[in-house]
């Protein structure tokens, strides 16, 4: 009978190990995913997540990704584009503003008064003008551009109703155009990557910070500011454009199968998904800024118009600009209104 037993346990050992070999080798590719934001963060629960558990499941396993949150493979937020391109993750996260001027077309989805508050819609007009600005990521290919659902002012000690308000205000700002904002509004432009606003905002280095709800909440933000500003009908002030990207060798290196399955889960097809995910966060964000006893604002018509007055001037440098690179600034700047329109982002 013991030899019985050491014969079936020997047995169930085997075929335990052996299931094992056969779990281990079902993931064929295996993919990093790098990141500047916390393992909490909307972005890894309601985005990088479920989306490696449909690439796993579309591909019954083959493929697994591996997620890296908080830059945990090194770094700092600026590199990460760099690392994509040059193999360090296969797959990196991050904002056009870590690199300014290095993704010029893409800035139009950016600029006050082509994004008008919907992630969903500006979005989805990205995909739709691909052929326009993709050449801004010739050396990567990629996944997702995305927008998240606008930028918020929110500010520490002063509650900001008019332009005058801001005059001389300290304000983070996530881009290049944002930066162009602020210069415009009187105030100074001040960039950082978004893990260090949070001590900036405590330690007084700054003053405000543009940034949506959705980053706001995991930094706790609601906590260190007293007011939060925004346009009539919650109209933003700009947007910051996100890249999802993968190293170029990295994804002709797959067989052609599994190339089909990251397509299927990629630009157009997970446009609609991952903007109405930003959308969606938007709401509890401001319900923590009143939990934590914030106060919402939100600009009276004269006001708007002035802050609008400043928002056709960013809009006229950009174009000026992007003519001296050679781009058709206002050609980009009329078909990516037109884009976001039509898919249901506001006149």
Do not use: C
Request: charged share 20%; aromatic share 6%.
């Amino acid at each position: 009978m013991a030899r019985r037993d050491l014969l079936l346990g020997a047995l169930a050992a085997a075929l335990l190990a052996a299931g094992g070999a056969s779990t281990a080798r079902s993931a064929e590719v295996t993919l990093t995913l790098h990141h500047f934001l916390g393992p909490k963060a909307p972005a890894q629960v309601a985005f990088f997540e479920p989306w490696a558990k449909k690439l796993e499941e579309a591909s019954k396993g083959r493929i697994k990704v591996e997620i890296f949150p908080s830059m945990a493979m090194g770094g700092k937020p600026p590199e990460l584009y760099t690392q994509a391109r040059d193999g360090v993750a296969d797959i990196v996260w991050t904002v056009l503003g870590y690199t300014p001027g290095a993704f010029p077309r893409s800035e139009v989805f950016e600029l006050p008064g082509v994004h008008r508050g919907s992630a969903r819609a500006t979005t989805l007009a990205i995909q739709e003008l691909m052929d326009r600005i993709g050449a801004d990521y010739a050396d990567t290919h990629p996944l997702l551009i995305h927008a998240h659902a606008g930028q918020v002012l929110f500010t520490v000690k002063k509650p900001v109703r008019t332009l005058a308000d801001v005059q001389g205000m300290k304000i983070r700002v996530p881009s290049r155009s944002g930066a162009m904002l602020i210069e415009a509004w009187g105030a100074q432009p001040v960039t950082m990557p978004v893990p260090e606003l949070p001590t900036a905002l405590s330690k007084g280095t700054v003053d405000a910070a543009m940034i949506p709800f959705e980053v706001a909440t995991p930094l706790k933000v609601p906590e260190l500011v007293k007011y939060a500003t925004v346009g009539q009908g919650g109209q933003r002030f700009g947007t910051s454009v996100f890249i999802f990207t993968m190293n170029k060798k990295r994804y002709e290196s797959l067989p052609a199968d599994l190339k089909a399955v990251l397509d299927a889960h990629s630009g157009k097809n997970i446009a609609g998904w991952i903007g109405q995910v930003w959308d969606d966060i938007e709401p509890p964000g401001q319900a923590a800024l009143e939990k934590a006893g914030g106060q919402m604002i939100t600009l009276e018509a004269a006001a708007q118009a002035e802050f609008d007055a400043r928002a056709a001037q960013v809009v006229e440098r950009w174009i000026a600009e992007a003519k001296a690179k050679g781009l058709d600034g206002e050609g980009l700047v009329a078909a990516a209104r037109a884009a976001v329109a039509r898919h249901g982002g506001g006149a």
